[in-house]
C-alpha cells in the first residue's frame, strides 16, 4: 500500500522559515515526479513545486520556496524562507507514477497533508 506522509507544518511568523517533509512507503518514487501543492481556505488546490530531472515552481514561490529529494529515504522536502501571510494553507505532497510532471490532476498518490499558517 502506498503512503506519502506529510510533516514540518506548524505556525509562524511572516519571515520565518519552515521545511516540510514527505515520506513515502510501498513502493520507491526515485523515478518519479514529486511535488507539492496547497489548498488555502475557500481556494482550489495549486501548484507549488515538482522535482523530477528537473524542479519547477510556482512564480509565487520561486526565490524563497526550494523542493529536493533524497531517493536513500524515499522522501521529498520543501524548504520555505521568507513566509508570507498568504503561504498560509495545507501542504499536500503528491506523485506520479511516471517521470514527467503531468498536472495536478494527474498525480497518482496524495498526502493527507500539513498545515501551514503565518501570520503578519
Known amino acids: 500500500q502506498v503512503q506519502l506522509v506529510e510533516s514540518g507544518g506548524g505556525l509562524v511568523q511572516a519571515g520565518d522559515s519552515l521545511r516540510l517533509s514527505c515520506a513515502a512507503s510501498?513502493?520507491?518514487?526515485?523515478?518519479?515526479?514529486m511535488g507539492w501543492f496547497r489548498q488555502a481556505p475557500g481556494k482550489e488546490r495549486e501548484f507549488v513545486a515538482v522535482i523530477n530531472r528537473r524542479t519547477d515552481y510556482a512564480d509565487s514561490v520561486k526565490g524563497r520556496f526550494t523542493i529536493s529529494r533524497d531517493n536513500a529515504k524515499n522522501t521529498v522536502y520543501l524548504q520555505m524562507n521568507s513566509l508570507k501571510p498568504e503561504d498560509t494553507a495545507v501542504y499536500y505532497c503528491?506523485?506520479?507514477?511516471?517521470?514527467?510532471?503531468?498536472?495536478?490532476?494527474?498525480?497518482?498518490?496524495w498526502g493527507k497533508g500539513t498545515l501551514v499558517t503565518v501570520s503578519s
Open positions: 510501498g513502493r520507491s518514487f526515485s523515478s518519479s515526479a
Open positions: 503528491a506523485a506520479d507514477s511516471g517521470g514527467s510532471y503531468r498536472g495536478i490532476t494527474d498525480m497518482d498518490y
